[in-house]
């Protein structure tokens, strides 16, 4: 059972514009979700987190959003750059858990010039 | 600042041969520590962790163990590979508390034959 989703597997747009990449999830006990990027034959590389208790968080061109009652979040990229073309993973975990991550399977973003 | 520093890069071993892996973190002192394994066109599946020395604990039944020798040490190892085994494995840490972002290290490429 997939307990983080990422439904989309690829997403093209073109850059200047706004990438939003979507993640959900079904264990209504997590309370830490983070993103992170992905280039080919590198680490997952940490972007930006948000916890339970807030419903969005920004760090320059990256925000994250959360709806707690949808168990969804999003990236917002803004404006999207060709050098953000990777894989994006959105991840979850749970109070107590000892701060194991849940990943999605990723979704593949491709920024055109 | 803190770094993590995995080796090989990339490994190709026969069936039924044995691995270590070997992970390093510098900077930190008494990080939690992280296996994990993202086989093709998948996510990144937890394997282990460990919250100190010789603490492991396992999340997936496997033919694969780990080992804890040192504090910022973390040893993955086989007595005998698998096809099944092949993958691209990542150490990561993270800080003992709460709500922290893992950081991962550059990762392992696994071939079996």
């Known amino acids: 059972d997939q307990q983080v989703k990422q439904n989309s597997p690829s997403l093209s747009v073109q850059e200047g514009r706004i990438s939003i990449l979507n993640c959900d999830y079904t264990n209504s006990m997590f309370d830490y979700f983070l993103w992170y990027k992905k280039y080919p034959a590198e680490g997952p590389t940490f972007l930006i987190s948000i916890s339970s208790i807030k419903d969005k968080n920004e760090d320059g061109r990256f925000t994250v959003f959360l709806n707690k009652s949808a168990k969804h979040l999003s990236l917002h990229i803004v404006p999207s750059q060709p050098g953000d073309s990777a894989v994006y993973f959105c991840?979850?975990?749970?109070?107590?858990?000892?701060?194991?991550?849940?990943f999605g399977k990723g979704t593949k973003l491709s920024v055109k010039p | 600042s803190q770094t993590i520093h995995q080796w090989p890069a990339t490994l190709v071993q026969p069936v039924g041969s044995p691995l270590s892996l070997e992970c390093t973190v510098e900077?930190?002192?008494?990080?939690?520590l992280y296996w994990y394994r993202q086989a093709a066109g998948r996510g990144l599946q937890l394997l282990f962790y460990?919250?100190?020395?010789?603490?492991i604990s396992s999340e997936v039944p496997q033919n694969l163990s780990a080992s804890r020798p040192q504090d910022r040490q973390f040893i993955l190892s086989s007595k005998k590979l698998l096809l099944s085994d092949s993958g691209f494995y990542l150490c990561?840490?993270?800080?003992?508390?709460?709500?922290?972002?893992?950081?991962f290290g550059d990762g392992t490429r696994l071939s079996i034959l």
């Open positions: 990561a840490w993270s800080r003992g508390t709460s709500n922290q972002p893992q950081h």
């Open positions: 900077g930190t002192s008494n990080p939690n």
């Open positions: 460990s919250v100190g020395i010789g603490q």
């Open positions: 991840a979850a975990s749970r109070l107590g858990s000892q701060g194991n991550l849940i």
